[in-house]
């Protein structure tokens, strides 16, 4: 295994270490040329899930132009915000990548829309979340290997996966209050534990405040772009009101298009230099890491007062936009059809699922095919069967 003598003495000690990684379920030589943590973000990049992020939605439906953001352009740019803090805090950037590039894997067609939809439609059935059906993915759904199923990833990249957004069990065992820890990941725990009462490394928090940095910032780019609110509607939030005072008070006469582009490097560099100076401090605070009680990568308490007016302004003028929600309905409604054809007539699904009908149930099978499923690829579905293709716009 090679890697960089120069990254490797950078690291700090608390960073993760591929070389003393806790392994993987099943056991494979070590690679000559790549570290753990690498061949993991690696057999993410590869993936089928992977893929077919690049036609999943992030907020917008895919027929409403080319330039707002999927699934996959929202995943990239949280990978490359995540090795940005990993490099500053001197972790391994490598597992941060990992979990970045893997943490949206499970997400349905239509954006949180499908996932909202599937979670009503498996109610009695185990329910559904994307972050478990992420899991499930990249332990047993993806078909690549001749001895496994899955991607085979190390103990700390599934750790990440299902704990980059902090402990999923309390001290007493039980999931912590609004969480639903899924059959799935209770039963590979008990094979092989995944310290569910633990927070993960930080290198999966990295993952999961880049992830909050990127649709912040990204969303009001596109909220700007789809004419869902102006330059003038956002200025009133604090956070965005003082970057575009600083463009505007150098830039007078700066074009529209400009200025977004402005707002948004600036939001993300003001983000990102808070998480390093604010998670410096806990550092320097916390004795025990491995049994820490708090996240350590999080954004100062000013600046998270104001990532919340700003999220409270996108849940008022985008997600809950007239537009939005029209279309949100729509595409319930597709998944819904989906779903209920399925479970009627398992024969309208493609053999391979059909064979899983016996080990997991008709209504599991149907909502996992489903929420594998492209935005384009459902409304195929959906045609196909209704012989009709409803108009999401």
């Known amino acids: 295994m090679r890697d960089s003598a120069a990254s490797e003495r950078a690291k700090a000690t608390y960073a993760a270490d591929p070389s003393r990684s806790s392994g993987r379920l099943h056991l494979e030589p070590a690679s000559t040329t790549r570290s753990e943590f690498q061949r993991d973000r690696d057999r993410i990049v590869h993936s089928t899930a992977f893929r077919r992020l690049a036609h999943k939605t992030q907020v917008f439906v895919n027929e409403e132009g080319d330039h707002f953001r999927t699934r996959l352009t929202h995943t990239i740019e949280v990978a490359q915000i995540a090795r940005s803090i990993a490099r500053d805090l001197r972790l391994d950037e490598d597992l941060a990548e990992a979990v970045a590039l893997g943490h949206d894997l499970g997400h349905t067609p239509f954006g949180h829309t499908g996932e909202d939809a ?32 899955g991607l085979n990833l190390t103990a700390e990249a599934l750790e990440g996966l299902v704990k980059h957004n902090g402990p999923l069990l309390g001290p007493n065992g039980l999931p912590r209050k609004g969480l639903r820890v899924s059959s799935a990941i209770l039963d590979y725990d008990a094979i092989r534990p995944l310290r569910l009462d633990l927070y993960p490394t930080l290198e999966a928090e990295t993952a999961a405040i880049a992830d909050d940095i990127a649709y912040l910032t990204h969303d009001v780019d596109d909220g700007l772009r789809a004419g869902l609110f102006a330059l003038a509607d956002v200025r009133a939030v604090p956070l965005i009101g003082d970057i575009l005072a600083e463009v505007y ?50 954004f100062s308490d000013e600046i998270d007062m104001k990532s919340r007016a700003l999220r409270t302004f996108l849940f008022d003028h985008m997600y809950r936009h007239p537009d939005v929600k029209r279309v949100r309905a729509r595409a319930d409604g597709v998944v819904r059809k989906l779903f209920d054809a399925f479970v009627a007539d398992p024969s309208k699904m493609p053999r391979e699922w059909r064979a899983r009908i016996e080990q997991d149930g008709i209504h599991v099978a149907a909502g996992e095919y489903i929420a594998g499923m492209t935005d384009r690829f459902a409304l195929h579905e959906h045609r196909r069967i209704f012989d009709v293709t409803p108009h999401l716009r």
Not at 253 to 282: K, N, P, Q, W, Y
């Open 118 to 149: 599937l979670a009503e439609c498996l109610a009695d059935h185990g329910g559904f979340d994307h972050n478990s059906h992420g899991f499930r993915i990249v332990t047993a759904l993806e078909r690549r290997y001749a001895e496994f199923d």
């Open 249 to 298: 008070g150098r830039y007078p006469d700066l074009e529209d298009a400009r200025a977004i582009h402005e707002l948004g490097r600036r939001l993300i560099t003001l983000f990102i230099e808070d998480v390093v100076a604010e998670s410096h401090v806990r550092l320097a605070e916390t004795a025990d890491l491995p049994g820490r009680q708090r996240a350590i990568l999080a």
